[in-house]
């Protein structure tokens, strides 16, 4: 099966500074990697995703990077703003028909 | 980008009744759905898989005649909880890839289920 956890359950940063987020997997066959942001009372909302075939992907101020060597995925959020203040979730897809698995989830809170 | 409505958004009832909840998907079709349980500060369970047209497939631990899932059309699931308990109280949310599997997953806006 799969399993997947974060190295850190809260993160507070400073508003400007970037943003690191991680993301430990175990299954080395997983194939799909989506990172999502929920913002509390509501559902996850998609941030960027990326397929094994890949090791980095950029989006609009966030990054994802892959190493499948050490099953590890990050999302950086580049000069973050008070409105990234929500808990992230990575959510990994075995290659095959399987669904979703997520991550605990880390908290981040942007100081004004 | 593709869209999922989940009605109610929350709802109160007593201890013994049931509630219905359904997830649309408003500009594409699902042929699966999936249905989520989240409760404080925790991250998202899958509780099933909704399939169109056959049966709904459940997770471990997931008593399928308390949950029951229907998946009449490719743009409609829904997820009810019968004989409602307190501890059934928790965040339902549905999902939809919206081109099948592998494809990026949209969520519906979440059901506060309150069961008093």
């Known amino acids: 099966g799969e399993s997947v956890g974060l190295h850190l359950p809260t993160l507070s940063v400073q508003e400007g500074d970037n943003s690191i987020i991680n993301c430990a997997y175990s299954n080395s066959a997983s194939d799909y990697f989506i990172w999502y942001k929920q913002e509390s009372g509501k559902g996850p909302q998609f941030i960027i995703d990326i397929r094994s075939n890949m090791d980095k992907r950029q989006g609009q101020r966030v990054t994802v990077l892959l190493n499948k060597t050490v099953k590890h995925l990050s999302l950086q959020i580049a000069a973050t703003q008070p409105g990234d203040s929500a808990v992230y979730f990575c959510a990994v897809q075995y290659s095959g028909n399987t669904p979703l698995v997520f991550g605990k989830g880390t908290r981040l809170s942007v100081i004004a | 980008g593709a869209v999922v409505s989940q009605h109610p958004s929350w709802v109160i009832c007593k201890s013994g009744t049931s509630v219905k909840i359904e997830c649309r998907s408003l500009d594409f079709q699902a042929t699966t759905m999936f249905w989520y349980r989240q409760f404080p500060k925790q991250s998202l369970m899958l509780m099933a898989t909704s399939n169109e047209g056959s049966k709904a497939t459940y997770e471990q631990g997931v008593e399928k005649d308390k949950f029951l899932i229907n998946h009449a059309s490719l743009t409609l699931s829904t997820l009810t909880v019968t004989s409602a308990h307190p501890e059934d109280s928790s965040f339902y949310i549905c999902?939809?890839?919206?081109?099948?599997?592998?494809?990026?997953?949209?969520f519906g806006q979440g059901t506060r289920l309150t069961v008093v």
């Open positions: 999902s939809a890839p919206w081109g099948g599997w592998g494809t990026e997953a949209f």
